[in-house]
């Protein structure tokens, strides 16, 4: 049987229980005209090559996913390798975004050079580029893990692969050991011989925090979303990764905001701040409207103003 998409009722089911919500939270969980239902997949595309049933909101905490606590609370990027400044991410503007992404601590720890650390490495067959083994570097990433991390997250422009049956992986994580590594390598256009162009710095942006919300979401113990568009969302390929947005959706962001505890109308207010300054200019747009159909014009554009807000 192929995906079928949810229809009306199991979406806002997924969402879950809403009405004795505080009015910012429950007005930024109803989908509205904001959050489009996640389509049929093509016949490339993950859920046509993957079963997934979803996980509701009510799921989800009865999992007992990764929550900060006051001991487990700051989230730790590791860079590993070089990044050559002619294809690098930025990785304080990733800093930036995942601190307004997720409302915690980010803190960028000193890169570690691969030729300092034993790992297993391979010439991939079908590009020739040197390859990694993500269980090699998991395993250091768990011997690295400080007591205040909720979780360490590897970052590198190598590209990886999980198993030498495997062609690549774009990253691996190990949620319950609060470990994870991603590559960038692949979200590069000149991996494919392909021109940079003038907007590479903000391709390379765009598509870095794109994978570092979803790889990160899913330390926090959010599974994929099958119920609308979502950054949570599955991805199979370059050009289907590139199709989802940024943001998540009402049932991803309810079990997100349960972990954390965040203040919603703070957090759509830092990301909108944070995308305008990247020149994310559709997301900023996005989330602006968000922010004033959840905190209203005035309180908007209190939060907005760039010289009155941090």
Known sequence: MGFEPRGPAERLQAIGIT????????????????????????????????HEDGQTFDEFVRSHPNRPDKTRSTLYLQPLGEFPKDRRVSLDRLREFAAAFFSMKVEVLPPVDFGAVRMTTRKNPLTGNRQILTDD?????????????????????????????????????????????YSFARYDPAFYGQGRGKDYDLLMLR???KVLAHETGHMFGLAHCIYFRCVLNGSNHLEESDARPMRLCPVCLHKLQWSIGFDLVKRYAALARFYRRAGIDDEARWTAERLRHIAGDQVARLLLDTKAAP
């Open 19 to 50: 009405p004795d919500l505080l009015e910012p939270l429950r007005k930024a969980l109803d989908p509205g005209l904001h959050f489009d239902p996640i389509p049929a997949p093509g016949p490339h595309d993950w859920l046509a090559a993957h």
């Open 207 to 209: 598509r870095s925090c």
């Open 137 to 181: 570097i998991l395993r250091f990433l768990k011997q690295r893990l400080s007591p205040d991390a909720l979780c360490l997250l590897g970052v590198t422009m190598e590209d990886l692969y999980p198993a030498e049956s495997w062609n690549f992986v774009f990253g691996q994580a190990l949620p319950a050991e609060r470990v994870g590594v």
